[in-house]
């Protein structure tokens, strides 16, 4: 499974973004979808997930409310829309496949795409 991500950039604070994660498999379907972040000299940290169905979402308290994770199976792409950005928003954002819908840490999941950087300015 590759995953590509895309939509990230700089903006500034109160700003949205809409990130989109893009699989190369048949079976996107059957996979739990996350999504992380890291700042530069912090450990990865989980942002949202959603299950395989789209009927379990999950987020980090930092970002409810103003994140949405949505999947389109049919296009193999999952989503995260984030609005009201705050400066400590910015980070590399990955996305992530797994077998385990809402999974927190990064070990539940098994396939990475390499990021897009969200940089927020105050």
């Known amino acids: 499974v590759q995953l590509v991500e895309s939509g990230g950039g700089l903006v500034q604070a109160g700003d949205s973004l809409r990130l989109s994660c893009a699989a190369s498999?048949?079976?996107?379907?059957?996979?739990?979808m996350g999504w992380f972040r890291q700042a530069p000299g912090k450990e990865r940290e989980f942002v949202a997930a959603?299950?395989?169905?789209?009927?379990?979402?999950r987020y980090s308290d930092s970002v409810k409310g103003r994140f949405t994770v949505s999947r389109d199976n049919a296009k193999n792409t999952v989503y995260l829309q984030m609005n009201s950005l705050k400066p400590d928003d910015t980070a590399v954002y990955y996305c992530?496949?797994?077998?385990?819908?809402?999974?927190?840490?990064?070990?539940?999941?098994?396939?990475w795409g390499q990021g897009t950087q969200v940089t927020v300015s105050s």
């Open positions: 992530a496949a797994g077998p385990v819908s809402g999974g927190y840490w990064p070990r539940e999941y098994d396939y």
């Open positions: 498999t048949r079976t996107f379907g059957e996979y739990a």
């Open positions: 959603i299950s395989w169905n789209v009927l379990s979402t």
